[in-house]
């Protein structure tokens, strides 16, 4: 287990070191499914914090009392109580958004995010530092998806969160709203953060770990350790 | 350097040939049909043809500076992508659009795969695929031959063969379709000045004959086979001057990085093409297939070459 970190190391690890969908490449399924707006991409971030705040805290506080032989369900069924909240509140207050995130609301039970905090985090943490976690990974999930959302719209589609942008500058590109254009345009951006954002000797260090550690367990503790 | 490294099966002889050497004599051979191309569809295509050129060029430049790598445009490789999307387009889209297809072909599919020799598509087509999809009403939009087209305003829509065999209307001539006086990409209408430059690419060896012939002749049979009426009444030589056939064949199913090494490759991957433009042209709500069916086969190639690699002489039966 890492040093003990400071809960505001932990929230912004979520935002830049870690983020979840430009770093660690998780929950990468909503992430092109849904980003073809940036309000959608916005509403999608916002129910996965949500769930993943929550799911955080429940899994940080029962980490003691669930036998580690059945956490995996214990999780699940964790996530899917929230999950099942935030679908029922989107669908009565927000029934638009709902019906344009469609599948990817229940899908969030099985959203890696949250599946991976919970593993590498929530299960190892106290209840505070969890929620930060979630609150630092669910803002850079939520950041990452919502700028996706807007490059794609606004190349795709000229409009940003449904008010048109580009008229008279270009004729909007129908591929960028496609999964094609999905694919290149997060492709771009994780080539553009991660030469902004990564940190060479870091990274070098936690290739090497990730590399002599053996399987996902050495994985995800070379992720967590390498900083540490 | 690594313009010296063509990878062939054995045997090998030392033959003189660059990729510059190559690359011109492909230019030379798509002489014509850009000259026939320009004939038919007037200045606006000129200006195309010649804007998709000179933006890949910039962009083949552009690229390997930005990506820190050695200049690489004198090898032409990417004059002919660029004379290809060009010859690809239909002839009254804007020449802006035409330079984003270039900035695709070079930029994302060409250099970030690593340049000549690595990219897993033809540039070209997957430009062209990539337009398509992004503007679709104005890469649908064909203009009649022979008319004045000398701003787009003109341009009056009309349908190209294989459009009409979807909706209906007059078929034009197998004379004309032979000419090239029929809607179409600017560079694929005249089937008389792609064979001539086909020709000239199979005389000076720059080509080899399996991958036309059996591209071509699958999509005979098919067609033939497949006809309108039952089995074994369709229309062949309709089927081989409509839409790219004949310029997909010889230029771009050719293109060394993306299609099989040995022969036995190069003819399943050639029948691969006829079946797939054929599926494409009879049976989706698609007009033309050629493009996507070569892609595809693209993708394909690796496959084919592995399962296609020459044993070794007394090698073990099974690899």
């Given at each position: 287990?890492?040093?003990?970190?400071?809960?505001?190391?932990?929230?912004?690890?979520?935002?830049?070191?870690?983020?979840?969908?430009?770093?660690?490449?998780?929950?990468?399924?909503?992430?092109?499914?849904?980003?073809?707006?940036?309000?959608?991409?916005?509403?999608?971030?916002?129910?996965?914090?949500?769930?993943?705040?929550?799911?955080?805290?429940?899994?940080?506080?029962?980490?003691?009392?669930?036998?580690?032989?059945?956490?995996?369900?214990?999780?699940?069924?964790?996530?899917?109580?929230?999950?099942?909240?935030?679908?029922?509140?989107?669908?009565?207050l927000l029934?638009?958004?709902?019906?344009?995130l469609?599948?990817?609301?229940?899908?969030?039970?099985?959203?890696?995010?949250?599946?991976?905090?919970?593993?590498?985090?929530?299960?190892?943490?106290?209840?505070?530092?969890?929620?930060?976690?979630?609150?630092?990974?669910?803002?850079?999930?939520?950041i990452?998806?919502?700028?996706?959302?807007?490059?794609?719209?606004?190349?795709?589609?000229?409009?940003?969160?449904?008010?048109?942008?580009?008229?008279?500058?270009?004729?909007?590109?129908?591929?960028?709203?496609?999964?094609?254009?999905?694919?290149?345009?997060?492709?771009?951006?994780?080539?553009?953060?991660?030469?902004?954002?990564?940190?060479?000797?870091?990274?070098?260090?936690?290739?090497?770990?990730?590399?002599?550690?053996?399987?996902?367990?050495?994985?995800?503790?070379?992720?967590?350790?390498?900083?540490? | 350097?690594?313009?010296?490294?063509?990878?062939?099966?054995?045997?090998?002889?030392?033959?003189g040939?660059?990729?510059?050497k190559?690359?011109?004599?492909?230019?030379?051979?798509?002489?014509?049909?850009?000259?026939?191309?320009?004939?038919?569809?007037?200045?606006?295509?000129?200006?195309?043809?010649?804007?998709?050129?000179?933006?890949?060029?910039?962009?083949?430049y552009?690229?390997?500076?930005?990506?820190?790598?050695?200049?690489?445009?004198?090898?032409?490789?990417?004059?002919v992508?660029?004379?290809?999307?060009?010859?690809?387009?239909?002839?009254?889209?804007?020449?802006?659009?035409?330079?984003?297809?270039?900035?695709?072909?070079?930029?994302?599919?060409?250099?970030?795969?690593?340049?000549?020799?690595?990219?897993?598509?033809?540039?070209?087509?997957?430009?062209?695929?990539?337009?398509?999809?992004?503007y679709g009403?104005?890469?649908?939009?064909?203009?009649?031959?022979?008319t004045?087209?000398?701003?787009?305003?003109?341009?009056?829509?009309?349908?190209?063969?294989?459009?009409?065999?979807?909706?209906?209307?007059?078929?034009?001539?197998?004379?004309?379709?032979?000419?090239?006086?029929?809607?179409?990409?600017?560079?694929?209408?005249?089937?008389?000045?792609?064979?001539?430059?086909?020709?000239?690419?199979?005389?000076?060896?720059?080509?080899?004959?399996?991958?036309?012939?059996?591209?071509?002749?699958?999509?005979?049979?098919?067609?033939?086979?497949?006809?309108?009426?039952?089995?074994?009444?369709?229309?062949?030589?309709?089927?081989?001057?409509?839409?790219?056939l004949?310029?997909?064949?010889?230029?771009?199913?050719?293109?060394?990085?993306?299609?099989?090494?040995?022969?036995?490759?190069?003819?399943?991957?050639?029948?691969?093409?006829?079946?797939?433009?054929?599926?494409?042209?009879?049976?989706?709500?698609?007009?033309?297939?050629?493009?996507?069916?070569?892609?595809?086969?693209n993708?394909?190639?690796?496959?084919?070459?592995?399962?296609?690699?020459?044993?070794?002489?007394?090698?073990?039966?099974?690899?």
């Open positions: 287990m890492a040093e003990k970190k400071s809960v505001f190391s932990v929230f912004f690890n979520g935002l830049i070191k870690e983020n979840p969908t430009f770093r660690l490449l998780l929950g990468m399924c909503p992430s092109l499914a849904v980003t073809t707006m940036a309000k959608n991409g916005l509403g999608m971030g916002a129910a996965a914090t949500f769930v993943l705040v929550c799911s955080n805290l429940v899994i940080s506080l029962i980490r003691k009392i669930v036998p580690d032989k059945v956490r995996i369900p214990a999780y699940i069924t964790v996530i899917a109580a929230f999950t099942t909240i935030v679908q029922l509140l989107l669908a009565a029934p638009e958004l709902n019906k344009q469609g599948i990817y609301i229940p899908l969030i039970v099985v959203n890696c995010i949250i599946f991976a905090r919970a593993e590498m985090f929530a299960q190892k943490n106290g209840p505070v530092a969890s929620i930060m976690d979630g609150l630092g990974m669910g803002l850079g999930f939520t990452a998806i919502t700028v996706i959302g807007s490059v794609r719209e606004i190349l795709g589609a000229g409009t940003w969160m449904g008010i048109p942008v580009t008229v008279n500058l270009f004729d909007p590109a129908t591929i960028f709203i496609l999964p094609p254009g999905g694919f290149m345009v997060m492709g771009f951006l994780v080539a553009a953060f991660n030469k902004i954002f990564s940190d060479k000797k870091a990274d070098k260090k936690a290739d090497t770990k990730a590399a002599c550690a053996a399987g996902c367990p050495g994985c995800s503790k070379a992720m967590h350790g390498g900083e540490a | 350097m690594e313009n010296s490294l063509l990878v062939s099966s054995s045997p090998h002889i030392r033959s040939a660059t990729t510059q190559l690359m011109l004599d492909v230019i030379i051979a798509l002489i014509p049909a850009t000259l026939a191309g320009i004939w038919f569809f007037g200045v606006n295509a000129a200006i195309l043809v010649a804007a998709t050129t000179l933006s890949c060029v910039l962009f083949e552009l690229a390997r500076k930005a990506l820190k790598r050695s200049n690489t445009i004198g090898d032409l490789s990417a004059v992508t660029g004379l290809l999307l060009g010859l690809n387009l239909p002839p009254a889209i804007p020449v802006w659009m035409a330079i984003v297809g270039s900035f695709f072909a070079i930029f994302i599919v060409k250099q970030l795969f690593g340049g000549i020799g690595q990219n897993f598509l033809n540039p070209a087509l997957a430009a062209r695929a990539m337009l398509l999809v992004a009403s104005k890469m649908t939009l064909w203009t009649k031959p022979l004045s087209a000398f701003n787009n305003a003109d341009a009056v829509s009309y349908a190209t063969p294989l459009g009409v065999l979807k909706e209906g209307g007059d078929l034009p001539s197998l004379i004309d379709m032979f000419l090239g006086n029929r809607g179409g990409s600017i560079g694929e209408t005249s089937a008389l000045a792609i064979l001539i430059g086909g020709i000239y690419l199979l005389a000076r060896g720059v080509i080899s004959w399996h991958i036309p012939v059996f591209y071509t002749g699958t999509v005979a049979i098919f067609a033939w086979m497949a006809g309108p009426n039952g089995l074994f009444t369709g229309d062949m030589l309709f089927h081989i001057l409509a839409g790219s004949l310029l997909g064949a010889f230029f771009m199913a050719t293109d060394y990085t993306t299609c099989p090494m040995t022969q036995k490759g190069m003819i399943i991957y050639a029948i691969g093409c006829g079946l797939l433009t054929m599926i494409f042209r009879l049976y989706t709500n698609m007009p033309e297939g050629v493009s996507y069916a070569i892609l595809l086969m993708v394909a190639t690796p496959l084919i070459d592995r399962y296609t690699m020459p044993k070794r002489f007394g090698g073990a039966a099974n690899v």
